[in-house]
């Protein structure tokens, strides 16, 4: 795994080794599937009422392609489609957040629709995974927008 990766997962809080052994067997197979290198992570989760993190989904970001591994802490499902100019559009939520610094409080979610499709992905993030969501907004969904 990435240094970078492993450095990003244990700011939202996972560093459990069962948890990483996960990961990284998700990014092996990742690997496989894909077939383009994966440049981007992103943990979709949120935080309760009572401050716990509840961690969905794993989206995994290639030039080409958006990997999800579907409840990843409990499945082996995965979903990739093709990136490249194959979004329609975005809709961008957010609380507390002012796409600089997040607090404690800040929460942000994306939906994106794909081109020619129904399926649409939908990003979460809470507390300081919102600025690493705005970036891959910004660097894997945004420009694969179709014009």
Same mark, same amino acid.
């Given at each position: 795994?990435?240094?970078?990766?492993?450095?990003?997962?244990? @700011?939202?809080?996972?560093?459990?080794? $069962?948890?990483?052994?996960?990961?990284?067997? %998700?990014?092996?197979?990742?690997?496989?599937?894909?077939? /383009?290198? =994966?440049?981007?992570?992103?943990? /979709?989760?949120?935080?309760?009422? /009572?401050?716990?993190? %509840?961690?969905?989904?794993?989206?995994?970001?290639?030039?080409?392609?958006?990997? $999800?591994?579907?409840?990843?802490?409990?499945?082996?499902?995965?979903?990739?489609?093709?990136?490249?100019?194959? =979004?329609?559009?975005?809709? %961008?939520?957010?609380?507390?957040?002012?796409?600089?610094?997040?607090?404690?409080?800040?929460?942000?979610?994306? $939906?994106?629709?794909?081109?020619?499709?129904? =399926?649409?992905?939908?990003? @979460?993030?809470?507390?300081?995974?919102?600025?690493?969501?705005?970036?891959?907004?910004? $660097?894997?969904?945004?420009?694969?927008?179709?014009?």
């Amino acid at each position: 795994m990435k240094d970078e990766f492993r450095n990003y997962l244990e @700011t939202v809080g996972i560093n459990t080794p $069962t948890t990483l052994e996960t990961i990284e067997q %998700i990014l092996h197979d990742a690997s496989k599937i894909c077939q /383009d290198e =994966i440049e981007a992570m992103l943990v /979709d989760e949120y935080t309760q009422q /009572d401050g716990k993190r %509840i961690y969905n989904d794993l989206h995994l970001f290639s030039k080409k392609y958006s990997f $999800t591994a579907n409840q990843f802490l409990s499945k082996q499902e995965y979903y990739l489609l093709p990136l490249r100019g194959n =979004i329609t559009h975005l809709v %961008i939520q957010k609380k507390d957040y002012d796409f600089e610094e997040p607090t404690e409080a800040s929460r942000i979610s994306v $939906t994106f629709q794909f081109k020619h499709s129904e =399926i649409q992905g939908v990003l @979460t993030a809470s507390k300081e995974n919102c600025a690493h969501l705005w970036s891959i907004i910004k $660097t894997h969904l945004q420009p694969n927008m179709v014009l």
